[in-house]
């Protein structure tokens, strides 16, 4: 079988490490800690790049990768759409109808609200905190560019970046570490079972080719 759209044992690994430890964090300290934690170590530097990165989970950026292997790899193209939505399904299921409402750092700190740092420019919300949706959403695309690309370096470069995304949404206040955490499991699982599901069309010679035939 071909090499292509295997996952390396390493990254492998960092995954289950990954999930591990924040799973670990979430459960051994309390609710809103973790944010207190990170918040209380905000830099100018760390303001100015949590909040561009951050972008890397808006639906903007998936939505034109999707266009782009439209365009060039039609079996791509169907990988991560599904991917998009199983994740939206996931996120939208447990923040709009299981826990909506749910109050984000800014309400549930709202007594302690003049001792946090608020980047400037970030429209923080104050409800339906869990799921991170941008979390969900970097992992979707992060791990999509995992599956179809063929150098290892860079494939850790894109897990990592969708992490940075997830600490992003903690240090701008957006969100809890429980809610990074799901996020990044619901986009990983989104992942996971599109490609369970597409596996056998993957080296379909008709679907390696996009609209605009090569």
Known sequence: MSQRYVIDKELQWLVAVYLIVLGMI??????????????????VQGD???????????????GAVALYFLFTHLWRFYF???AIALQTAFVHIFKQWLYAGEPRPKTFFADQIDQLNFVEGVTVRGYDSFPSGHTATAFVLGMVLIWVSKNLYWRFVLFVSAILVGISRIYILQHFARDVFFGSIFGILAVVLSWQILRKQAWNPRLERGLIKR
Do not use: E, P
């Open 26 to 43: 979430t459960v051994l300290t309390n609710h809103g800690d973790v944010v207190l934690w990170i918040n209380a170590r905000h830099t």
């Open 48 to 62: 100015f790049f949590f909040k561009y990165w951050t972008y890397l989970g808006d639906g903007v950026i998936l």
């Open 80 to 82: 991560m759409l599904l």
